[in-house]
């Protein structure tokens, strides 16, 4: 056999077993990023899973986040939702929310959360999601935390707070939601929570 012959069938096997291995790779990044919830709808682009236990939806997600540290309330309920782009379902991201000890909040219902109710929302994707609607919007301000830039917004109709920011290819966005009849609902002492939230999500 020649040394053409040899560099020949050298370079063949050369490509068959990368050709495997991308294979391989493929269904392994395949599977990863295969939710096991089951969907509950899906509508505007977007497949959204049923609401879990918070526990169970981080662990199904492919990509790592940080998690609150400090929450401005006892929580007794924590729950999640997955959602994925119907496009490319590689776009995902996870809704948490901590409710208060002793609250009667319903893993099934479906639907938003009606009527007043303390709670504390954490949203993270891993693609811009609607981070370059609210820098152009004039409800939000835009600070500097920690030696990052966020944004910010408080609504006393709700009454709520807003931080959201983007980090390594992921946007996060924090709510923080009062009952309109608690006393402390002013927005200096909101603010001050849920920036003691984001403080721990950057640390």
């Not at 505007?44 to 899973?49: M, R």
């Not at 609607?130 to 009454?159: M, T």
Request: aromatic share 12%.
């Amino acid at each position: 056999m020649s040394i053409l012959n040899r560099e020949e069938d050298g370079m063949i096997l050369h490509l068959k077993s990368l050709l495997v291995f991308t294979i391989i790779f493929l269904a392994a990044c395949s599977q990863s990023n295969k939710i096991s919830i089951p969907v509950e709808r899906k509508e505007h682009g977007f497949i959204n899973y049923e609401t879990v236990e918070a526990e169970k939806a981080i662990q199904e997600m492919p990509f790592h986040f940080q998690l609150p540290e400090s929450i401005p309330f006892q929580a007794g309920v924590e729950e999640g939702t997955i959602f994925e782009s119907i496009n490319d379902p590689f776009h995902k991201g996870i809704t948490l929310r901590y409710f208060p000890k002793g609250s009667n909040v319903d893993l099934e219902r479906k639907g938003p959360i009606i009527g007043p109710q303390e709670f504390l929302e954490y949203r993270v994707t891993n693609f811009e999601f609607n981070f370059g609607h609210i820098k152009k919007n004039e409800k939000f301000d835009k600070l500097v935390v920690e030696g990052r830039e966020v944004y910010y917004s408080y609504s006393k109709e709700i009454p709520s707070v807003v931080v959201t920011w983007t980090e390594e290819g992921k946007e996060y966005f924090l709510s923080y939601v009062k009952s309109k009849s608690e006393y402390s609902t002013k927005e200096l002492t909101m603010k001050n929570r849920i920036i003691n939230v984001y403080k721990t999500l950057v640390d």
